[in-house]
């Protein structure tokens, strides 16, 4: 069964360095998502993605992030310049074009120092 | 602002004990509800996708239902593996967006 993949599984950094999270939806979805889960609290959005743009965005969503589709197969988020409050689970989520179902990663545990 | 609220927070039942799980929502215009498991440290797994008031959809011992303002996930004969967070989350028709809404969650613990 086709799944969305994400890369790496967990990621260290420190405060102020940027850091590059990894996606790969499911083969044949056209819509991209990031959601981020900060520990014991909901699951929130961030931004949603199609045909190489932003479609829409949350209030999180500030300067300091970025959405790429580099190639065919991949979609990445980029967080510029770490805070202590980005350390969260980081959801990746496909979509296609029968239906509204959105399909999720395992996600990316990013921790700040 | 839509807004998802889900009761109880946490649920023990004993194995074979069912029950059901509640979803409430406020949205300007209802596009989708759905239904996800989330393991600890883990994704959000998709279950269910409901649209309109009256709809119904079962997949093993797991049932959803909608109305026009919630949401039940029923629970027949729950086994251990069924212990899990289940979240609702719904999107919204009126502003047209895509973005899930998401609850806090039911933190479900199966006792064998």
């Known amino acids: 069964e086709p799944e969305v993949t994400q890369t790496p599984s967990h990621q260290v950094t420190q405060m102020g360095q940027e850091v590059i999270l990894r996606c790969v939806p499911i083969s044949n979805h056209l819509y991209f998502y990031w959601y981020r889960q900060i520990l014991g609290q909901k699951v929130e959005f961030l931004v949603s993605f199609y045909n190489n743009e932003i479609s829409e965005k949350s209030e999180i969503f500030d300067d300091q992030f970025s959405v790429e589709r580099p190639d065919g197969s991949n979609f990445t988020l980029k967080i510029r310049s770490t805070k202590l409050e980005d350390s969260a689970m980081y959801f990746c989520?496909?979509?296609?074009?029968?239906?509204?179902?959105?399909?999720f990663g395992p996600g990316t545990r990013l921790l700040v120092l | 602002e839509d807004q998802v609220t889900q009761s109880p927070e946490a649920l023990r039942l004993q194995e074979g004990e069912s029950s059901s799980l509640n979803c409430s929502y406020t949205?300007?215009?209802?596009?989708?509800l759905f239904w996800y498991r989330q393991d600890p440290g883990k994704g959000p797994e998709f279950l269910f996708t409901?649209?309109?008031a009256g709809e119904e959809k079962e997949k093993e011992r797991l049932k959803a239902t909608l109305t026009k303002k919630e949401s039940f996930l029923h629970i027949t004969a729950p086994k251990p593996e069924d212990s899990a967070t289940y979240l609702c989350a719904v999107q919204d028709m009126d502003t047209g967006r895509r973005a899930l809404t998401f609850g806090s969650g039911t933190r479900l613990q199966v006792q064998p």
């Open positions: 989520a496909s979509r296609g074009t029968a239906g509204e179902t959105q399909y």
């Open positions: 949205v300007s215009g209802l596009r989708g």
């Open positions: 409901l649209y309109s």
